[in-house]
């Protein structure tokens, strides 16, 4: 089958990654009872290729590469595990979903558990304009009263 | 998927192709081929059963008007822009031809200084090759918290009849081109019926189904039948008008001015003047037929914190008439008009600190502290953002108060929320009686609050009295929050004074304030970009840049494994970069 191998620094989470490649495309065997999901693929090379990350033409998916074992001179098993994300990346932008967290289009009003808060708020004091600024005595009287002595 | 539900959610009407057995939704920007209006059970979502297809056709086609009516809509902002978005289908008929139609229209609505002006952006839809030509009459307007649009048809060729449906959306939009939905409707026209009455004569199902009594020949006694459960729900009103509470009108009827008691605000010089002379033989010989103790007139004196209403000038005293001749005191006194009076505070205004859920419960607390009337909580979900305003209405004869709180903000204006009362009057004993009694009402104030145990947890309700009087206390009990890494739910309410009526009022603040407990926000640098901020909406995938975290998804069109597509549905839900 054929693969070709490729360096990438882009974070696992990201769907489509930037990949360099490695090398030309090459041929490869894939080992008895490999899964497409998690095959094991040997290769013939001259030194141990510095690659993290592949594509298998036949599976039509892209692969990390979980680890690299020297069978012996000039043959290295690869083993690797699909990425889900890069290898469905088309189909996955057109799907629809309901999005609970976002980089780009969230509302801050909405409540997060996440939320962290130091243990010293901020305490402030906001007063009134106006009170009671204008004290009387008041005396409580029988009778009525007149405006002649 | 795009359908029209009637307000129960169980039925959509849909197009439906006549030459086809499938269903297609009709999108706003996808037209079909020949299409029917059918009514459709939506009971199951992923495959809507067809029941019918609408054939109530209106006789009037020189004008076929469609009045859009929204959901109740918040109140037009002028600092953002308005769009209505229409989206209509019909069938109409010619003869025994029928032939669809289906058009967006999208509609601009700006508000300039509270004025409405309406632009038509675009119609998108193909007439056909018929007369159909459906347009936005006049202007958009509103009445009260709803939008209407109003369409108009008057170019249909006579002779054809005309059934249609469609949904009106009311959207304010945003300067990076996304929108906020603000508010949508079924919109039925004059050429649909899709009504209840419909639906119950032709399909026999009726849109608000009525709750069933039950058949008692068929209960089954064995039977717990306590779990029945049907569909349901989804029929609020969505109605938050609300009314504004204002402050009411001082009393009318008072007891000055009947001439039984007087009122009279005085000065420390003319207390004095009016106590000298109670003691003269001149008085005494004149009051000793009415009275057996000068005091007996006297019925009070106070200190009270507001100057109440006067009449104009000084008046005499007179407390009775003895042989003809009117008994007054010599030092003129100013006559309280009114008992009652208002005392305005003023307002605040309260501005969101972050303009984020941490302005509002359980992160932030607002106490308010009332001269008279203690220290209260209000609750910061109600308030904030909010002119907070108090007003007081005083009884200057008994001391009682109330102090109205209220809030002004774009629903409401003066809005009463909260009513506290209090006394405002500190007596002066003026014998040993009336001083023995002023003692034995303040320390029995103080017993209370003492009695009175501290309820509530943090974050809201009604704490009661302080613990002492006059001093703060911690509440006795604390809530745990679900929220480990916040603080500031589990944080306890203070209780900042304690009872604050008559003299001990006097001594405490004579002016309101509120005291406000922000949180500090712990937030890393570029946290969105690891962890993204709260959504909650529904989008394609491919519109989101950056990172990504989802509720739920309905996988579609993938042609990888079942473990692929577990792996791929895990690690959405737990956050990609787009």
């Known amino acids: 089958m054929t693969i070709q191998l490729y360096q990438t620094i882009s974070p696992p989470e990201r769907v489509t990654k930037t ?36 594509y298998i033409n036949e599976f039509k998916r892209y692969y990390y590469i979980n680890n690299v074992i020297c069978d012996y001179d000039g043959i290295f098993e690869i083993h690797a595990h699909v990425d889900v994300l890069m290898s469905n990346a088309a189909v996955l932008r057109k799907q629809k979903a309901v999005v609970a967290k976002q980089q780009n289009r969230f509302n801050l009003y909405l409540n997060d558990s996440d939320y962290r808060t130091y243990s010293d708020p901020y305490v402030i004091t906001k007063e009134f304009p106006t009170g009671f600024t204008d004290p009387c005595y008041l005396m409580l009287m029988v009778g009525d009263y007149s405006s002649s002595s | 998927m795009n359908s029209w539900f009637t ?35 939506m009971s199951n979502p992923e495959t809507p059963a067809p029941m019918a297809r609408i054939t109530d056709y209106t006789q ?85 918290p709803y939008m209407y649009a109003y369409f108009g ?38 050429g649909c019926w899709i009504s209840r009455k ?3 004569e032709n399909l026999g199902v009726d849109i608000y189904p009525e709750e069933a009594e039950p058949d008692p020949e068929e209960e089954d006694p064995n039977e717990d039948d306590d779990g029945y459960s049907g569909p349901g729900g989804g029929d609020g009103d969505h109605d938050h008008s609300t009314d504004d509470i204002g402050i009411p009108s001082l009393p009318t009827l008072s007891a000055t001015g009947t001439g039984f008691v007087t009122l009279y605000k005085c000065n420390l010089a003319q207390i004095r003047a009016v106590a000298a002379e109670l003691w003269t033989s001149t008085l005494w010989d004149l009051i000793k037929n009415l009275f057996t103790d000068p005091l007996q007139f006297i019925i009070g004196l106070a200190i009270c914190p507001c100057t109440p209403d006067l009449l104009q000038g000084g008046y005499y005293p007179t407390i009775g008439n003895v042989l003809g001749q009117d008994v007054k005191l010599s030092t003129p006194l100013q006559v309280v008009s009114n008992q009652y009076k208002e005392i305005d505070c003023g307002t605040i205004q309260l501005n969101k600190y972050y303009g984020s859920a941490l302005d509002y419960s359980p992160y932030e607390k607002i106490q308010i502290h009332l001269p ?20 007081y209405h005083c009884d200057v004869l008994t001391g009682a108060c109330v102090a109205f709180v209220t809030i002004t903000n774009d629903e409401t204006t003066a809005c009463v929320r909260y009513q506290y009362t ?18 034995k009402s303040v320390a029995a104030m103080g017993a209370a609050a003492v009695g009175t145990l501290a309820t509530a947890a943090g974050g809201g309700g009604a704490i009661g009295e302080g613990i002492s009087s006059g001093e703060g206390g911690e509440t006795d009990s604390v809530s745990m929050s679900a929220n480990g890494g916040n603080v500031m739910t589990v944080k306890p309410n203070i209780m900042r004074t304690g009872t604050l009526s008559t003299a001990l009022g006097l001594l405490a603040c004579q002016k309101p304030f509120i005291t406000r407990t922000i949180p500090r926000q712990s937030l890393p640098l570029n946290y969105k970009t690891y962890e993204g901020y709260p959504s909650n909406i529904t989008e394609t995938l491919g519109s989101l840049k950056g990172f990504t975290k989802i509720y739920s998804i309905r996988p579609n069109g993938f042609t990888c494994t079942a473990d692929e597509l577990d792996e791929l549905v895990s690690l959405l839900k737990g956050g990609v970069i787009l």
């Open chain 2, 372 to 391: 008279y009337c203690g220290s209260h909580d209000l609750d910061v979900d109600e308030v904030m953002g909010s002119t907070i305003g108090v007003k």
């Open chain 1, 19 to 54: 990949l360099n490649a490695v090398g030309a495309a090459m041929t490869g065997t894939i080992k008895e009872e490999s899964s497409i999901i998690d095959p094991i693929i040997k290769i013939s090379a001259a030194f141990l290729p510095e690659a993290n990350y592949l």
């Open chain 2, 198 to 200: 419909w639906m119950r």
């Open chain 2, 60 to 144: 009037d086609v020189e004008f076929l008007a469609c009045v859009f009516k929204t959901k109740p809509i918040p109140p037009f902002d002028p600092q953002y822009e308005y769009e209505v978005r229409c989206y209509v289908t019909c069938t109409y008929k010619v003869g025994a031809s029928e032939n669809p139609y289906a058009f967006t229209m999208r509609c601009r609505v700006a508000v300039v200084n509270t004025t409405l002006n309406t632009t038509v952006l675009d119609m998108t839809g193909q007439n056909w090759g018929a007369s159909l030509n459906i347009y936005i009459e006049n202007d958009v307007f509103i009445d009260g």
């Open chain 2, 7 to 41: 307000d129960g959610g169980r039925f959509a009407i849909v197009s439906y192709p006549t030459a086809n057995a499938n269903v297609y939704w009709l999108s706003p920007t996808e037209q079909r081929g020949y299409t029917e209006l059918w009514v459709a059970d």
């Open chain 2, 153 to 190: 048809n008057d170019d249909a060729t006579a002779g054809e009849d005309i059934c249609g449906i469609g949904i009106c959306g009311f959207r304010r939009n945003k300067a990076d081109g996304t929108y906020f939905d603000v508010g949508s409707s079924i919109a039925q026209g004059g």
């Open chain 2, 422 to 439: 209090g006394n405002i009057i500190s007596h002066i004993p003026i014998t040993e009686r009336s001083f023995d009694e002023v003692v």
